[in-house]
């Protein structure tokens, strides 16, 4: 135990700065310090003030890329299976006062969401301090294009940075069709830098999609985007992950997906399977209780004991993604953490891609 400074029968003096002992720091602070910005439907949004942008990319799944880059911190789109939820968990104080957010739930992080001040000006200090052969993703844990930045257009400052550097590396990820907004952008950064821009579309069946990620857009949206991207000259691919397993994970889903990736010109294809973080964990298996009751034995038994999938089941899914690559003439991609190394140019199509094979592909 701590000497104290006065006997311990006696009333403690008064002391010039009473809140000091549980002051938050860190991160804890700053969030603390956010002033509110504006109200949504049932979310609040507030800026938080940050040191810096560029942020050090460490992972289990031994990704490629250096630094990451987030515009803000929590998500609009409430994907039920989102890793990023526990990110919220590092911005509570050791010693949170009464009124304080309770940081620890999940669903905060889709309901309160912060949005990073004076990031451009932060990234064209930091861009100058990194190797330039060193890989960059925006969007790695919130999307940089969620509802919001249609007003605030932080991701659109930051893409006016990169506009003014060259030899860079860079790969956006989103779910929205927001970022056909900055086409102009893209494209001038695209004729200096390499840029690879990766739209992630988990299903085409709509009613299905609006379950997964209810603020989402849909998901015909989605592959038109890809389309206008790519007709505008710029490299953009489709992510089908995560792929869920009895649900998204069947050879005929696959090959449906790369149809449609194929229709749309992607320059990529490529499909990861589910892994279910404990922050997610709740949040995912209340949806298949809800929604896919047959499957919920099957989650829990997958997921008791590791948040990722078993090595057997993810070399059969690479098998059937390959397949559907090979059938459809989509570039495959090795790893979806492999942001701009194995993009390459996409195949000409050899395949007939008037219509989907239903059926072809062993189950």
Known sequence: MAKTLYPVSSTPPPTLFPILPHAPTGLARLAAEATH???????????????????????RRQLSLAYSINPYRG????????????THEFLAAQTPTANAPD???????????FLKE?????????????????????GTATDPYQPIERTARITRSLLEVFARHSGLRLGIITKSTLI????????????????????TITTPDAALARLLEPRAPRPDLRFRTVLRLRQAGLTAGIFCSPLLPGITDTAEALDTMAFRAAQAQASFFAAQPLFLKPCSHATFLAF??????????????????????AKPYRDALAALVEQACRRYSLLP???DALLT???????????????????????
Do not use: M
């Open 333 to 335: 991609r090795s790893s």
């Open 37 to 59: 910005h504006a109200d949504g439907h049932n979310i609040e949004f507030r800026a938080l003030k940050v040191r810096s942008v560029l942020n050090r990319s460490i992972s």
């Open 118 to 138: 004076n990031t451009a000006w932060l990234l064209d200090q930091e861009l100058r301090k990194i190797d330039p052969a060193d890989e960059i993703a925006l």
């Open 103 to 113: 940081f620890h739930d999940p669903s905060l992080f889709e309901r309160l969401i």
């Open 341 to 363: 190394r194995d993009h390459g140019p996409a195949r000409k199509p050899t395949a007939n891609v008037g219509s989907p094979v239903q059926g072809a592909l062993f189950a």
């Open 180 to 199: 056909a907004r900055d086409i102009d952008l893209l494209t001038e950064i695209a004729s200096k830098n390499t840029l690879v821009l990766h739209l």
């Open 75 to 86: 998500c609009e789109f409430a994907c039920r299976y989102c890793y990023a939820r526990y």
């Open 288 to 309: 298949i209780h809800d929604h896919f009751p047959a499957l919920e034995a099957d989650y829990l038994s997958r997921f008791a004991a590791d948040a990722f999938a």
